[in-house]
């Protein structure tokens, strides 16, 4: 069968952290992850590696499996339907399967009748011309022009429009189409977005061949040419068929030929292994806020071979881990004690027909139930408590109304893309006392608003008068950790002694030892370096790089360059880079594979410009200094907007003694962008670095304002307060930034060292007692 292909046939529109000098930004990946499809925005490397569900690297290898199988390819998928027509029948009409189709008469559901809709400033009108759809709107120049709808994406509670712009290029309209309302809505409305924001359609934020198409196809791959700048994206099937899931299938049709002993009827999974992870990561390649590691996946390998998976920060979930930005479903299920028991997401959902398996709150009760027996094989059912949980003794709702349904109280969500509700699958307890304490989302204070939440918060209180104290909770651990209060150090260090704990939850905390070094971090996170979850162990590398100079670390991560997810690996190649200048001994040629697959991994991913500045920062490092300023170049050509790739090419400049031509290009972005604070944040760092403290105040001052939340610039406007001898002003700066962040520990020790400078030893003396009940083993009160 021949495959399908993206028919492009538009031309393209027109398109600090230190005071020395250094590049801005160290050879790690870009932290921007968008919620477009699901696909995130980062950057690290790869090569396969065959890998079984392998825990940490010290496991033992697992039995060989019998007869090897040829690489396995796609193949009509209408070949499946003669065998498996109740899947099928379920699939036909489903999400999954019109997930993307061709923009025709038949799929496409918004009305192209000559109809105007203006949003943000703009105005887009839609239209029909022969059996085409086409929409006339601002593209990448601001000009009104005329684009072909190539596809439709999705079909309820909205509907997207896929815009082809050329050299195979397809964009995400922001316009999208109410199928519930039948109305155009803005799906960032309010937020100004016109053809200068980086959310507009045309930007590269909303290219859908790298942030939409992989999951709403199947057998997909990007194919960018780099040096053409261009894209030749293909696929086997539109919308996500059986090989999506299941894999290839050229191997399971031979088997269903000569019905042989291939290893799961010739396909790469069997995704009714035993173990509920073999299913749960298949589903989250999706279902989950990642970033990917090259260009598509590999059936039968760890998502992290294919994907790093987003822990629980404060920008994405609430301190309880509840879903605040789009993250999709997988990071708050994890979270669950469903997930523990061993429940996976075909338990409750028919995945061939995306349906509940059971009306009403009959898909809890498989499990939930007066006998206090699980339905469901597979599950461990210790624990579970025989009760009427449909009753209203439990729900203290009346059946049929709001809050009797087990989703009501224990799945809430919130809605996203305009008018597409999601639940929460961490499927919480609500507590609206400690909700209010954490801050946190509640179900019932959803509902009950005002005097009224107030009135069922001490109702709720009564009802759960008799309940046992519980051991520290993670929620609230969280909240002493993120907001520097005392016992900080302590809670996080019982957290992860817990051995209880979400491998996404103990990802999470490790993340957050940075602000918290001691002799007791160093040790815990060492430990997880052969944690069984690869997302623990990657983030314990994160933590040991934070907490170790290059050298010192060396011992401790050299072991995972041989990890057997790749993830791990690169993460632990690239936290090497300052080690392996001075050699890592035997361990040397392992390194070399690991950042020559981090390499890979960024060359994956030339069409972003986040690849581009890394390659650029691992070359620089490398000794391959010829090749980073074009790197840097073409960052810029593939996203003018990207300021990291901006700011790094003004050092770069500046250090090689071209510094006209530094500031010219730090002039015009700051013209084109004049409220981008990392570019007012460089440019008074220029000026420091030029002698001309005086004149860098105020674009240091700028940043800090523009963006308050970021304590790099909030913390060097103080040093260069400081250090131009307005020390009042460094403080009272420092002062500001703790309160937004009191766990800032650089602000912290800046802060008491300028107040014994300037005779105010009782300010510095409550800092630092308030500094020993956070973390009394940080190494800097030695």
Request: glycine share 8%; with cysteine; proline share 6%.
């Amino acid at each position: 069968m021949p495959e399908h292909k993206n028919k492009a046939a538009d031309p393209k529109p027109d398109s600090p952290s230190n005071l020395t000098g250094r590049l801005l930004f160290p050879v790690i990946i870009a932290t921007l992850l968008l919620a477009v499809a699901g696909i995130g925005w980062f950057l690290l490397s790869s090569t396969p590696t065959p890998v079984a569900l392998a825990p940490a690297p010290t496991a033992q290898p697992a039995k060989a499996r019998p007869v090897a199988m040829p690489p396995a390819t796609m193949v009509d998928e209408v070949q499946c339907q003669g065998c498996h027509s109740p899947q099928v029948k379920d699939w036909q009409g489903s999400h999954h399967q019109l997930a993307m189709q061709d923009a025709n008469a038949d799929t496409v559901l918004g009305d192209f009748n000559n109809v105007s809709f203006k949003a943000e400033n703009e105005t887009t009108r839609f239209s029909r011309k022969d059996d085409a759809f086409w929409v006339n709107t601002p593209g990448i120049d601001g000009k009104n022009a005329d684009f072909k709808v190539a596809y439709t994406f999705g079909i309820a509670p909205l509907q997207q429009y896929l815009i082809e712009v050329g050299e195979g290029r397809l964009q995400a309209l922001g316009v999208a189409w109410d199928t519930e309302k039948h109305r155009w809505f803005h799906l960032y409305p309010g937020q100004g977005v016109n053809f200068k924001n980086p959310l507009h359609w045309s930007k590269p934020s909303q290219n859908a061949n790298f942030m939409c198409v992989e999951c709403h196809t199947t057998g997909f791959k990007r194919n960018f040419d780099a040096a053409k700048n261009t894209f030749d994206s293909q696929w086997n099937s539109l919308g996500v068929g059986c090989q999506a899931c299941h894999g290839p299938a050229s191997n399971h049709l031979q088997w269903t030929a000569k019905k042989g002993d291939l290893v799961h009827k010739g396909f790469a999974v069997d995704l009714k292994d035993q173990n509920a992870t073999v299913e749960l990561e298949t589903c989250a390649r999706c279902h989950s806020r990642r970033a990917p590691l090259g260009d598509g996946f590999t059936v039968g390998k760890r998502l992290m071979d294919d994907y790093l998976l987003s822990a629980l920060t404060r920008e994405l979930y609430a301190l309880d881990g509840k879903i605040k930005d789009e993250v999709f479903e997988h990071g708050s299920f994890a979270q669950s004690k469903m997930a523990d028991k061993g429940v996976r997401c075909s338990n409750c959902h028919n995945p061939h027909s995306n349906e509940l398996k059971a009306p009403g709150n009959g898909v809890c009760l498989q499990c939930h139930n007066t006998a206090g027996k699980t339905a469901v094989a597979g599950v461990d059912g210790k624990g579970l408590q025989a009760k009427n949980y449909d009753s209203i003794e439990h729900t203290r709702h009346t059946m049929g109304q709001p809050g009797s349904q087990c989703v009501d109280c224990h799945m809430p969500g919130k809605f996203y893309m305009g008018n597409d509700f999601r639940h929460d699958h961490s499927f919480s307890i609500p507590n609206p006392e400690r909700a209010k304490k954490l801050g946190t989302p509640d179900a019932c204070l959803t509902c009950h608003q005002g005097k009224a939440g107030d009135k069922v918060t001490e109702q709720f209180k009564l009802w759960n008068a008799a309940s046992a104290p519980q051991a520290p909770r993670y929620d609230e651990s969280l909240w002493l950790i993120r907001n520097g209060q005392p016992g900080a150090a302590q809670a996080l260090k019982e957290q992860l002694q817990r051995s209880n704990l979400p491998a996404i939850q103990r990802a999470t905390l490790l993340a957050e030892l940075a602000l918290y070094p001691s002799e007791q971090a160093l040790k815990l996170a060492s430990k997880d370096l052969n944690n069984p979850a690869p997302q623990v162990r990657e983030s314990a590398i994160r933590a040991i790089s934070a907490i170790l100079p290059p050298a010192e670390r060396a011992p401790l991560l050299t072991p995972l360059l041989v990890d057997p997810v790749k993830a791990v690996r690169i993460a632990a190649a690239r936290d090497l880079l300052g080690a392996a200048r001075d050699g890592l001994g035997n361990a040397r040629g392992n390194w070399d594979v690991a950042i020559g697959e981090y390499e890979a991994v960024q060359n994956s991913l030339a069409e972003r410009a986040e690849a581009n500045l890394n390659l650029a920062m691992l070359y620089q490092a490398n000794g391959r200094s010829a090749e980073v300023e074009g790197l840097l170049r073409t960052a810029l050509k593939r996203d003018p907007d990207f300021y990291p790739a901006l700011v790094t090419l003004v050092q770069w400049l500046e250090a090689a003694g071209r510094k006209q031509e530094a500031q010219a290009l730090l002039d015009q972005g700051l013209k084109d962008h004049p409220q981008a604070a990392l570019l007012q944040h460089s440019l008074g760092l220029a000026l420091i670095r030029a002698g001309k403290t005086a004149q860098a105040m105020p674009a240091l001052l700028k940043a800090a304002r523009l963006e308050p939340q970021n304590a790099q610039y909030g913390y060097v406007l103080a040093v260069a307060l400081h250090d131009s001898g307005k020390v009042d002003e460094a403080c009272l700066e420092l002062e500001r930034l703790l309160k937004e962040q009191p766990a800032n520990r650089n602000a912290r020790l800046s802060l008491i060292q300028y107040y014994l400078e300037n005779g105010q030893e009782p300010k510095a003396q409550v800092l630092l007692q308030g500094w020993k009940k956070m973390n009394m083993g940080d190494p800097a009160l030695k």
